[in-house]
C-alpha cells in the first residue's frame, strides 16, 4: 500500500561505543528521526513510501533527503526552506548508565513552518495510508494545525491514519500535549504507543511488574472513549547487564493480543519504538491477523535492540523466520 510519513528528519550526531558526550572527540552522523526510521523501515519491509516534511535547502537537508531515497523513499512531497535543521546528540547508556538523548531543534525548518505550507490535496494524492508521531504537532501549534487538517483530509478521502504517539515533556506539557490529543485521536484509525509514552502523559508511578498490565488498561480505556480501530504498545525494560525484554500488546474491537516476552542482548536501545510502529503498519497493509502482527512487530523492536544506530534494515523474511524459529540460534558451517 502507499504510506505517506509525515515527519522532520534530524541528523543524529552519537558518541561512539560507549563514550560520556562530556569526553567525546569524535561524534557519528547519520539521518534519523522518529518518522524517518519509520519510512525507511517500511521500505526495507517492501512498502511503497513516501515522505512529506519542510527541510532546510542546505547540503544536511540534501543529504537527509539522499538518505531516504537511498532506501527508495519517494522525496516529491519535500518543501525545502531557508531554515536550520534539527539535531540530537545521543550517548548510548551501558548497564545502570541509561541512554541519554538531547535535542536541538528550535528554529528548524518544520519549527518555523506554517499549517498553510502543506498542500493535503497535493500531498495526499494516491496516499493510502497517513503515518506521522506525536512528535510532530508538539513542534509548534501550527504543526498540530497541520497535524490536524491533514487527518481531516484523509478522512474526507477514506485514508486510513495511524500514530505513534512519542510523547515527548520537553516538547511539550502534559496538559497542552492531552488537549491536542483530544483533538487527534478521534480522527485516528490505530494509535500506538510505548511504556514511556504512556506513564509520561499520564505522570503515572507504576512499579516495574505491573508496567504491562498498566499499558494494557490504558489501551482499553482509550477504545472505550474514542472511535480507535486498535491501539497497540510496545513495553519494555532493561536490567544492568544490559539484557532487554520487549513486549507488545494490541487492543481492538475484537480482543486483545498479547505477544510473548523477547529478551536480547542490547547494543542500542534507540528507535526500538519506531521499528514497533514501522512493524504495526507494515502488518496492518499486509492484513495479517492480529496476534501475528503484535507478534512481528514485538520482535521486530527486539531485533533493532541487537544493532547499533536507528535502523536495522531487518527484512519481513528476516523477522518471520526469527518467529518460526523461536529465535534459535542457526551456525552456517
Same mark, same amino acid.
Not at 132 to 137: A, D
Not at 280 to 291: A, C, K, L, T, Y
Given at each position: 500500500m502507499n504510506v505517506l510519513c509525515f515527519g522532520e528528519p534530524l541528523i543524529r550526531l552519537a558518541t561512539s561505543a560507549h563514550e560520556r558526550l562530556e569526553i567525546a572527540r569524535d561524534l557519528e552522523i547519520s539521518y534519523a528521526g522518529a518518522e524517518t526510521v519509520v519510512a525507511i523501515s517500511l521500505a526495507l519491509q517492501g512498502e511503497s513510501v513516501s515522505y512529506a516534511t519542510k527541510l532546510a535547502s542546505n547540503r544536511l537537508g540534501t543529504n537527509a533527503l539522499m538518505t531516504l531515497a537511498r532506501y527508495g523513499v519517494d522525496t516529491s512531497r519535500v518543501i525545502r526552506s531557508n531554515d536550520r535543521m534539527g539535531l540530537f546528540y545521543t550517548e548510548r547508556g551501558r548497564s545502570i548508565r541509561s541512554t541519554i538523548v538531547t535535542y536541538d531543534r528550535s528554529g528548524t525548518a518544520m519549527a518555523?513552518?506554517?499549517?498553510?505550507?502543506?498542500?493535503?490535496?497535493?500531498?495526499?494524492? +494516491?496516499?493510502?495510508?497517513?503515518?506521522? *508521531? +506525536?512528535?510532530?504537532?508538539?513542534i509548534s501549534d501550527e504543526m498540530t494545525t497541520a497535524c490536524l487538517e491533514g487527518l481531516r483530509a484523509c478522512r474526507g478521502r477514506g485514508i486510513r491514519t495511524v500514530c505513534d504517539l512519542n510523547y515527548r515533556n520537553t516538547l511539550w506539557s502534559r496538559d497542552k500535549a492531552q488537549r491536542a490529543w483530544g483533538k487527534l485521536i478521534p480522527l485516528l484509525d490505530v494509535l500506538i504507543a510505548s511504556e514511556d509514552d504512556i506513564i509520561s502523559i499520564d505522570d503515572a508511578q507504576?512499579?516495574?511488574?505491573?508496567?504491562?498490565?498498566?499499558?494494557?488498561?490504558?489501551? %482499553? +480505556?482509550?477504545?472505550?472513549?474514542?472511535?480507535?480501530? *486498535?491501539?497497540?504498545?510496545?513495553? %519494555? *525494560?532493561?536490567? %544492568?547487564?544490559?539484557?532487554?525484554?520487549?513486549?507488545?500488546?494490541?487492543?481492538?474491537?475484537?480482543?486483545?493480543?498479547n505477544s510473548k516476552t523477547e529478551v536480547v542482548s542490547v547494543s542500542d536501545i534507540s528507535s526500538c519504538g519506531s521499528i514497533f510502529?514501522?512493524?504495526?503498519?507494515?502488518?496492518?497493509?499486509? %492484513?495479517?491477523?492480529?496476534?501475528?502482527?503484535?507478534d512481528y512487530a514485538t520482535m521486530a523492536s527486539a531485533f533493532k535492540a541487537t544493532v547499533a544506530g536507528d535502523l536495522s534494515f531487518a527484512s519481513e523474511t528476516e523477522i518471520a523466520s526469527l518467529l518460526a524459529e523461536s529465535v534459535r540460534p542457526y551456525f552456517r558451517q
Open positions: 518555523n513552518a506554517s499549517h498553510e505550507d502543506f498542500d493535503w490535496d497535493r500531498m495526499l494524492n +494516491g496516499v493510502e495510508v497517513f503515518f506521522f *508521531s +506525536g512528535v510532530i504537532p508538539a507504576v512499579s516495574g511488574d505491573d508496567v504491562f498490565d498498566y499499558c494494557l488498561n490504558w489501551s %482499553r +480505556g482509550l477504545m472505550l472513549d474514542y472511535p480507535l480501530e *486498535s491501539v497497540c504498545f510496545l513495553a %519494555r *525494560s532493561m536490567d %544492568r547487564y544490559d539484557a532487554a525484554s520487549f513486549r507488545g500488546g494490541l487492543v481492538n474491537r475484537e480482543g486483545t493480543f510502529s514501522a512493524g504495526i503498519v507494515h502488518g496492518e497493509n499486509s %492484513r495479517w491477523d492480529p496476534q501475528f502482527m503484535i
